[in-house]
C-alpha cells in the first residue's frame, strides 16, 4: 500500500512496458506469418511449368508472394520444323512473356539441349544453387516416371538436390538453405510403378482463363508442336480469339475422384462440388514433410470460398 502511494507513476510504467512488450510479440508475430513464400516449380522444358502448376502461381503471385518457374532445358527441340539455336531464342522469350501474363517474379530457362538431359552432377549443382537463391519454401518438380525421358531425369535430378540444398559443402559457393523446403510432385497420369495421389488439390477456376492466356504466349508448344505430335494441327484454328477457347477445351483435364476428394477435404463438399478447374500436388517423401497446418499456411488459397 504504502509503496502504490509513494510511487504510483512507477506503477503505471510497469504496467504499460508489459503492455508495449505483448503488443510488440504479437506485431512480430503477425509479421513473421505475412512473410512472402518463395516457390520454385521445376520442369523440363520451357512450358512444363505453366502447365501444370500455373493456376496456383498466378493465386501464390496475386497474394503477394514469389514464384520463380525453371525449365532444365532450352526447349531447342521441340519442334517440327525449327530446331537449334533459333528455336532456344524463340521459346526463351514465349517463357518470358508467359511469366509477365502469369504474374510471376521470374522464368529461367537453362541452356541444356531438349533431349539429351541426364541427371548429372552438373544439372544436380544447377539444381542445388537455384534453389538457394531462390531460398525456396516450395520446390515443384515432376515425377520420376513419365513417357519423356528429360521429364523423368528431371525429377530424379530434383529428387538427388531435394537432401544437398542444406548440405554446406556441396556448392559452397551458394549458402545453404537454413531448413529443407517442402518438396511437391506435380499431376501425371502414369500408373507403374504406383499412381500419382492428389493431396492437395488448389480451385483455380476465379484465374483458369489467365492462365489460358498465359499458356498462349507458348504459340511454338500449343500451337504448333503438341499439336502436330497428336496429329491435331489441322484442328487448331487461325483465328486468335477462337485459339484460346481451343486451347482452353484442350488443357482442361477432368477432375478425377481422387482430386475431387481432396478438394472436398481443403475447400469444404459443398465448396469442392463446384469446382470445374483444379491443379494437384503430392507430397514427396523427400524434404520436409509438412502437417495439414503446415499445408494450409504454404497454400493460403486452400479453403477460400
Not at 163 to 180: C, E, G, K, Q, R
Not at 195 to 211: A, H, L, R, S, Y
Request: aromatic content about 10%; some cysteine; glycine content about 4%.
Amino acid at each position: 500500500m504504502l509503496f502504490n502511494i509513494l510511487f504510483p507513476k512507477l506503477r503505471f510504467y510497469s504496467f504499460a512496458l508489459v503492455l508495449l512488450s505483448l503488443l510488440s510479440f504479437n506485431i512480430q508475430e503477425v509479421e513473421a506469418q505475412s512473410d512472402p513464400l518463395n516457390i520454385i516449380v521445376i520442369g523440363a522444358h520451357p512450358d512444363d511449368c505453366d502447365l501444370k502448376s500455373g493456376g496456383t502461381a498466378i493465386l501464390w503471385a496475386s497474394m503477394g508472394h514469389n514464384v520463380k518457374f525453371l525449365s532444365l532445358t532450352n526447349g531447342d527441340a521441340g519442334h517440327q520444323s525449327q530446331g537449334g539455336g533459333a528455336l532456344a531464342k524463340r521459346r526463351r522469350a514465349e517463357a518470358q512473356e508467359a511469366a509477365k501474363r502469369f504474374g510471376i517474379a521470374e522464368y529461367e530457362v537453362l541452356d541444356n539441349h531438349d533431349g539429351e538431359l541426364q541427371p548429372t552432377l552438373e544439372v544436380r549443382l544447377q539444381v542445388i544453387r537455384r534453389i538457394r537463391t531462390w531460398k525456396a519454401d516450395i520446390v515443384i518438380l515432376p515425377r520420376p516416371n513419365d513417357y519423356h525421358p528429360d521429364h523423368r531425369n528431371t525429377g530424379l535430378v530434383v529428387q538427388d538436390a531435394a537432401y544437398m540444398v542444406i548440405v554446406p559443402n556441396v556448392a559452397s559457393d551458394t549458402p545453404p538453405l537454413t531448413h529443407n523446403p517442402v518438396f511437391l510432385y506435380s499431376q501425371d497420369r502414369f500408373q507403374k510403378p504406383n499412381p500419382f495421389k492428389p493431396q492437395i488439390t488448389v480451385n483455380i477456376d476465379e484465374v483458369f482463363q489467365q492462365k489460358i492466356e498465359a499458356l498462349d504466349a507458348h504459340v511454338s508448344q500449343f500451337y504448333e508442336w503438341l499439336p502436330w505430335t497428336n496429329q491435331q494441327l489441322d484442328q487448331v484454328p487461325t483465328d486468335l480469339k477462337e485459339r484460346k477457347q481451343w486451347l482452353a477445351k484442350v488443357w482442361a483435364p477432368p477432375i478425377s475422384k481422387e482430386m475431387r476428394a481432396s478438394l472436398d477435404k481443403w475447400y469444404g463438399s459443398e465448396s469442392a462440388a463446384k469446382v470445374k478447374h483444379a491443379e494437384t500436388f503430392q507430397v514427396c517423401e523427400y524434404g520436409r514433410q509438412p502437417t495439414d497446418e503446415d499445408i494450409l499456411a504454404l497454400f493460403p488459397m486452400l479453403g477460400k470460398r
